[in-house]
């Protein structure tokens, strides 16, 4: 029996047992058991599945993109930045759409690592594990293979789909890395970072080093974004002059192009690289940008070396859409730039990492049909950004004041975080709050401009609402509404009929006949 037959005769027995007493409470310490956040998920599929009874395609291609940090504040500060409070982006034309609780097993605010594991394997875990059981804490030296758990992305290999990504991040950074690494800790990008956090590297393979030899990772027909450090030893430099990180001696990138040998495999460094690609002609396509993350769309001028998101998505799709992928595709994208902005406090610079994110997002959509392709577009943490007081209609966010402050008598803008590191820049020990005004007019490039933040630190944190999810294609509706984040990856097996999804959904129509059952149990006992 597969695990989906596995639910249906669970949710029968729990439905015998409901007739003669009352529904069992979920405890705290059940979210500890990956099975607790399944069986969640498919009773909500269940429940969704009744709100149509008209014929829905299977998704035969899916696209996932993710706006780290994307919170809904972000996205109305952006409508304004990038034209106006009525404006719309693409992601927001989706037929449906809905609201995930974001929270980790052991924290109310995740990070991008727990927030992935659960909209990319269906289970919550702890804070910064990547796609390991909730019984794992960050930084056990914990690889049992019983508690690690797969994707989205292991699920649609197995169902013949071509799957690959693309990220402004390191490929081994954030959620990007739940697709493919099982990891306790997200630090854990390369062999150093294992070996710093106490553990044997030999047993506790890094992040990098799945991508490129894991089961999961060394399938993917496109990989694009940056992180070259963590592929290379301290002994060579990158094209940017700097050293790598790795200790164990081992070029990563040379040994993704001898495991390829015979395949037709492209390594790239550039955007005039990425441009000049005939990807008919490619079977696999590997492209590491830049040493670390990849600079903000604000920096990206005439002459950069670094592709443009928009671009990267293009030529991913020509490498998953294919004529011989007859079983279609999975292409997961990640713009982490917007979460990085909001942790410098610099919201200009994520308004436009927002428009540069839903500019690639509608090239995809037209590249596909909504007839078989599930498009979601969510984010994956939110983030501290306000909109406070009342600003005019034709006021800049970030040039003009949103009232006075009946306290001190000084302006305040109409943006704000709640953290980050310009509270320094508009407070001061002892006196208090400075002119933002004032200060404003101290910074004349307008995107190197922060606004204020209540508590200082280092590098601003990340936020805990709801993450907004956005969906068409088929299926989508079951997106809608208000649901755990761990829902997103069952619906994606549930529309797309991997990892035995379809046999879950032919068992759906028996739940009126199993209540029945279970009825009469009740009643000739």
Known sequence: MNRWGAWEALLSLLLILAVGSSWIQVKGHEEHDAHHWKHMAHELLYEKKDYTMQKIN????????????????????????????????????????????????????????????????????????????????????AMDPAKQLASIAKWALEAGKAVGF???????????????????????????????????????????HQLIHGDIGKQFKVVLGGGRKHFLPTVETDPSGQRGLRTDGKNLINEWKQSKAGANATYITTVNELASLDTSKIDYLFGLFDYDHLPFSADIGNGSVTPALVRMVHYSLEML??????????????????????????????????????????????????????????????????????????SDLLDTAAGISSADGLPYLGLTYATGPAHSTYYRTGSGRLDPMEVLQSVPNGLERTCPA????????????????????????????????????????????????????????????????????RLFV
């Open 454 to 521: 209540l508590v200082p630190m280092a590098e601003g944190a990340d936020g805990g609402e709801d993450a907004t999810v956005y969906a068409s294609g088929p299926w989508a509706f079951m997106l809608s509404g208000g649901y755990e984040q761990h829902f997103v990856a069952h619906t994606i097996a549930f529309a797309s009929c991997i990892d035995g999804a379809c046999d879950g959904a032919a068992t759906l129509v028996l739940s009126t006949a199993a209540l029945l059952a279970a009825l009469g149990v």
């Open 321 to 394: 859409q294919k004529k011989e992928h007859t079983n279609g595709f999975l292409l997961f994208v990640e713009d982490g730039n917007i979460r990085r902005a909001h942790g410098q406090n610099a919201p200009r610079k994520a308004f436009d990492q927002v428009r540069h994110y839903a500019n690639a997002f509608n090239m995809a959509h037209m590249m596909a049909n909504e007839q078989n392709t599930l498009f979601i577009s969510m984010n994956d943490v939110g983030s501290t950004l306000s909109l406070p007081g009342y600003p005019a209609r034709s």
């Open 58 to 141: 299977i998704a035969k291609n899916i696209m996932v993109f993710v706006g780290a940090g994307m919170s809904q504040t972000t996205v109305t500060g952006a409508r304004y930045y990038n034209g106006g409070d009525n404006e719309t982006f693409a992601f927001e034309r989706l037929k449906w759409s809905g609201n995930a609780r974001t929270y980790c097993v052991d924290s109310r605010v995740p990070d991008s690592a727990c927030a992935g594991t659960a909209f990319l394997t269906g289970v919550k875990s702890n804070l910064g594990t990547v796609a390991m059981d909730p019984t794992v804490r960050r930084g056990e030296c």
């Open 166 to 208: 693309a990220t402004t991040s390191r490929v081994t950074s954030g959620s990007n890395a739940a697709l493919y690494a099982n990891s306790p800790d997200s630090r854990w990008e390369n062999d150093a970072d294992v070996g710093a956090g106490g553990c044997n590297t030999a047993t506790v393979p890094d992040i990098a």
